[in-house]
């Protein structure tokens, strides 16, 4: 029990770090963020590649091909396509 | 050892994703936050191939080296008007991934003989809830985007909210049944293919200029569903990650739903956009009152101004004309005019979206103002030029309180001396009523499409110096 709360802070601190930090974006930066967000929620790749690597059965191989490339098509795609945006805004 | 230098290169990881959104906070730092954000990434994954756990790399490899081609070519090659489509998409398989790997854990648990505790059974089945939910869900969303479906309109039943709550009652019932009984996989199976159904649903109700919404809150259901698969694997990088992208859709939807001045239960559920009135009500407003004009009269009024305000909507970016406003923008500086431009934070289909399409264009970003820097220009400006915006503009929503916009922060451009709007036709945005600013005295409608309009304002101008 002690791990199931100590997990739940981390999760509450989280949000309010997120939170904090987030507000401070301005509208500009929307589209990029979103984008941006959307390659940090490709984390989950790390449970992706020990689900695909650990073999434990047939299906957990076809979960975890699956979702290594769900994952990466965040990753890669979501920073690939925040850097082509950010690299636009510039002041003259 | 092996364990804590992992974690502890996870928590590098966390970090640097803070530092990720902190440094978005200025365009200037903006683009190496996103660089550190990919660094940390790279260093999670590292941590991650090292698990001595792993039987087989082919596997892993092969998905990276797909996925990796998959998202390479679409960032690669997505036009910057599309953005939100390409957002949409992402949304969905970050929610795709959440399910598959909390799912993955599961089955492997049930596979080994293990009895999985209360907390890991909750966790799966809101992963599996989330993550299917914001996979359909993202999926239609996309669709409506490219106006595959629906045409963009909202597609409403009678009892659909009945029929929402009553799938998402079934499914927190299937969850508690599952904590119960753990090893029928058949539940978690029917509880995510229920969350796809729902996400179906309740997407399909919302449409067109309500996309913003959908777009940031999908966005934030891409990170719970993150957060909770952490709580599925005891993983910390995963719970904080996803909290901080669950916090940005949630402060987004928030930002989204304050600039229309409506709840989000009315976005999600009060179906706005379903009904168009009919031509008699557009008649009351515009018979006789509206002035067409041609790009000649435009350079005439445009000459001898000192201040331009310019308000792109999503017009603007289904006719991709962001490069010759940008090049009318540059001539008017020329001659000497104080040119800005004035974004209202629902203009487009997603947040931020008009911030882009400039950028695009090579504008600098401080002559692109928020809807509460502009505003208060507008009574000093001469000419305010609108290309492609309608419900941002309506000053209806000022002064008609049974108006489906009432109360709506706008951008005041009817408070220039002369307004200019650039539209095809007269049909209305998508709150699907009339605009009384194009009735206005002081309003000149030249319509065209968005780009050739622009180009041949650009010629007149040029013809008449």
Known sequence: MGSSILILTVFVLAMFVGFEVITKVPPTLHTPMTSGSNAISGITIVGAILAAGQQVSRLTVVLGFLAVTFAMINVVGGFLVTDRMLRMFKRK | ?465
């Open chain 2, 1 to 465: 050892m092996r364990a804590a230098l992992v974690n502890l290169a996870y928590l590098v990881a966390a970090v640097l994703f803070i530092l990720t959104f902190k440094g978005l906070s200025h365009p200037r730092t903006a683009a190496r936050a996103n660089r550190m954000g990919a660094f940390g990434m790279l260093l999670a994954i590292v941590a991650a191939l090292t698990d001595q756990g792993i039987v087989d790399f082919k596997i892993i490899l092969a998905g990276m080296l797909v996925g990796g081609g998959l998202g390479a070519v679409l960032a690669l090659r997505v036009r910057m008007t599309a953005m939100p489509q390409m957002v949409a998409l992402l949304n969905g398989f970050g929610g795709a991934a959440s399910v598959l790997v909390g799912g993955a854990a599961f089955v492997e648990l049930l596979t080994l003989g293990h009895d999985p505790p209360a907390r890991v059974v909750v966790a799966t089945a809101a992963s599996g809830l989330i993550g299917g939910l914001t996979f359909f869900g993202s999926l239609v969303a996309w669709a409506q985007l490219e106006e595959f479906v629906f045409r963009g309109r909202p597609v409403l039943f009678p009892g659909q909210k009945l029929v929402n709550g009553a799938l998402l009652a079934a499914c927190v019932a299937l969850a508690v049944w599952l904590v119960f009984q753990p090893e029928a996989l058949a539940i978690y199976a029917v509880l995510v293919a229920l969350g796809a159904v729902l996400g179906v649903l309740s997407v399909m109700s919302i449409g067109g200029a309500d996309m913003p919404v959908v777009i940031c809150l999908l966005n934030s259901y891409s990170g719970l569903a993150a957060a909770a698969t952490g709580f599925v694997l005891d993983n910390t990088v995963l719970i904080i990650s996803g909290s901080l992208v669950g916090a940005a859709g949630i402060i987004l939807t928030r930002v989204m739903c304050k600039a229309m001045n409506r709840s989000l239960a009315n976005v999600l559920f009060g179906g706005v956009g379903a009904e168009v009135v009919g031509q008699a009500g557009a008649d009351a407003v515009y018979a006789g009152k509206v002035k067409a004009v041609s790009s000649e009269e435009i350079a005439m009024v445009l000459d001898g101004v000192q201040r331009v305000v310019i308000v792109p909507g999503y017009g603007m970016a289904v006719s991709q004309a962001q490069h010759a406003v940008r090049d009318l923008a540059q001539l008017l500086e020329q001659r000497g005019v104080e040119v800005r431009f004035g974004v209202h934070p629902v203009a487009g289909r997603m947040p931020g979206h008009m911030n882009v399409l400039l950028a695009d264009a090579d504008i600098p970003y401080d002559k692109v103002l928020e809807m509460d820097a502009v505003n208060p220009l507008f009574e000093q400006t001469d000419v305010a030029i609108i290309i492609g915006a309608n419900d941002v503009v309506n000053p209806a929503a000022r002064t008609d309180a049974h108006s489906p916009i009432a109360g709506m922060p706008i951008l005041d451009v009817d408070r220039s001396k002369t307004v200019i709007v650039i539209k095809r036709s007269l049909s209305p945005g998508f709150a699907g009523i009339p605009n009384p600013l194009f009735a206005l005295d002081n309003t000149l409608m030249f319509f065209s499409d968005g780009r050739n309009a622009v180009l041949e304002i650009i010629g007149a101008v040029k013809q008449a110096a």
